[in-house]
């Protein structure tokens, strides 16, 4: 039986940052010490007060410490990996920082878990499969040194990689089409804000779509594929076709006709973007104000709400999930398999907002089958890869029900408009 592992570095202090530092203290009777850095001390801090006045230590006598860290700095990172002698590593900063994070945790001998795919820094319409420029690259490395790194173990992606799965192992023998859709029904009051870091989420959107169709990839422009769909509680979201990180590793472990990601937009939001991106302001080029260089992208950063700002006083709810054509004994079958979380529930219970929470649960939920040994794979895998059912088991205790629609024949409950 694997020996379980102590004591966990959180490298990030957003609002995911917050989630998963709070669900680590809620679990440190299981984790052990639970160490937050980032390269804002003050943030960090702030966290650790909040989790403390809220009563989320489970154990009082494990250590909760916040430390100022340059993530992109090997030898810092290491160093304080270390200090904190944490078995695990959880990376929810920039997806700018996850290589050298990555390379930290290979030298001091930590497991490894992060949210997003790794991006350089102004990168765009990268080819895919994405994980193959830079995060698989590693994958011998960890193997070699018995280490495990899971990639991408946040909500999307992430825990519907694991009810991918979930359905491929229980509940069909041949999978057609993926479909994983991402809605967010709560209402913040901002005339417009982005639910996580702008910079991440606005490039995000920008981009060409990719997904998988047929055996190979299929690139359209962003917003050009759009469907309706009527989710449980919220009823009916138009969606929009976008590239996303779970596709670039579902494509090679899942064999389906077709995989693709599908994220709701208000008219309002469309709106926004579209003047944004018209005038340029999304651009990571810097330009000249005054004899000074400014980055378009990042002076709209600065002028958004922080995402982490929201939490208080959002109301409504997300949803999340899969639907997954295929066949069970020689019959179509539908299954949506999917969660709903409500914005106060998870205000009251870590300060924060759906999106965080959502992102947060999943990586402390691997991170616990890590240290008590069914997740622990001893090389870097994608969630798919692993068992789903230790997971699925896991994630409601830690906050996150889930549930499927299952129906057999072609889902009355999707339109889509190509």
């Not at 260089?293 to 002028?303: F, N, Q, R, S």
Request: hydrophobic share 40%; aromatic share 8%.
């Amino acid at each position: 039986m694997n020996t379980p592992l102590r004591n966990i570095l959180v490298i990030g202090a957003g609002g995911v940052g917050a989630a998963t530092a709070h669900k680590c203290a809620q679990n440190n009777d299981r984790l052990g010490d639970v160490w937050l850095a980032s390269r804002t001390l003050d943030k960090c801090r702030s966290i650790t007060d909040d989790i403390r006045a809220r009563g989320n230590l489970a154990d009082p006598g494990c250590r909760l410490e916040a430390r100022q860290l340059d993530a992109k700095d090997i030898a810092a990172t290491a160093a304080l990996i270390r200090e904190a002698e944490a078995s695990i590593v959880l990376n929810v900063g920039s997806p700018h920082i996850n290589m050298s994070v990555m390379q930290a945790c290979l030298e001091a001998g930590a497991h490894y878990l992060d949210t997003a795919v790794h991006e350089g820094e102004g990168e765009m319409n990268m080819p895919p499969p994405w994980y193959a420029r830079y995060d698989w690259t590693l994958r011998d490395r960890f193997a070699a040194a018995q280490l495990t790194a899971v990639l991408g173990i946040g909500f999307d992606p992430g825990a519907v990689n694991a009810f991918t799965a979930y359905v491929q192992k229980h509940m069909l023998d041949r999978i057609r089409t993926i479909d994983i859709m991402d809605v967010n029904g709560g209402d913040h009051g901002r005339y417009f804000a982005t639910n996580f870091d702008p910079e991440t989420n606005l490039r995000e959107i920008m981009e060409d779509v990719v997904y998988w169709k047929n055996g190979d990839w299929v690139t359209v422009p962003c917003h050009s594929r759009s469907r309706v769909y009527d989710f449980p509680e919220l009823g009916e979201f138009k969606l929009f076709s976008m590239g996303h990180d779970e596709i670039h590793s579902l494509a090679l472990n899942i064999d389906a006709e077709r995989i693709e990601f599908w994220m709701g937009f208000s008219e309002r939001y469309i709106e926004v973007f579209n003047v944004l991106k018209n005038l340029g302001l999304l651009s990571p080029d810097p330009v000249a104000v005054e004899g000074q260089p400014v980055v378009p992208i990042k002076l709209v950063k600065a002028l958004l709400p922080d995402p982490a700002s929201l939490a208080e006083g959002y109301t409504g709810k997300v949803c999340i999930g899969c639907e997954i054509i295929g066949e069970k004994d020689g019959r179509e079958r539908t299954v949506f398999i999917h969660s709903l979380k409500d914005h106060e529930a998870c205000y009251a219970d870590v300060g924060t907002q759906a999106i965080s929470y959502t992102t947060g649960v999943p990586l402390v939920t691997a991170a616990l089958l890590i240290a008590e040994g069914s997740w622990r794979a001893g090389t870097m895998v994608n969630v798919e890869e692993l068992d789903p059912d230790p997971f699925l088991a896991e994630m409601p205790k830690q906050g996150m029900d889930w549930a499927v629609i299952d129906s057999w024949g072609q889902s009355p409950r999707t339109e889509i408009k190509l």
